[in-house]
Nanobody
Framework: VQLQASGGGLVQAGGSLKLSCVAS????????VAWFRQAPGKEREFVAA????????LYADSVRGRFTISGDAAENTVNLQMSGLKPEDTAIYFC?????????????????WGQGTLVTVSS
């Protein structure tokens, strides 16, 4: 499975961006999908995830209410709509998939990763 993330860029605080992750290769419609991010000098952290169609999405406390994950594995495209962006949201954002239908917050549960897209939020 190959994942291609896109949509990153430079935005002012309070602005919005939409990230997309397109999957190709041998994918399964029941895969769980997720977004993680890694800020400079910090470890990768969970952002949002979505399991089998209809499952309640998971969000990190730091983004809940501002970010929305949409789409699912069946569509082969998963989006992350980000609004109310803050400078602390600056990071490389990675999309990921796991070969089960249950989404988790743990990066080690995901075995397919995209290359990342950089989001920079200026103050």
């Amino acid at each position: 499975v190959q994942l291609q993330a896109s949509g990153g860029g430079l935005v002012q605080a309070g602005g919005s961006l939409k990230l997309s992750c397109v999957a190709s290769g041998r994918t399964y419609s029941s895969d769980a999908v997720a977004w993680f991010r890694q800020a400079p000098g910090k470890e990768r952290e969970f952002v949002a995830a979505r399991g089998w169609r209809g499952a309640t999405p998971l969000y990190a406390d730091s983004v809940r209410g501002r970010f929305t994950i949409s789409g699912d594995a069946a569509e082969n495209t998963v989006n992350l709509q980000m609004s109310g962006l803050k400078p602390e949201d600056t990071a490389i954002y990675f999309c990921a998939r796991r070969r089960t239908s249950v989404a988790t917050r743990r990066q080690y549960d995901y075995n397919n990763w995209g290359q990342g897209t950089l989001v920079t939020v200026s103050s």
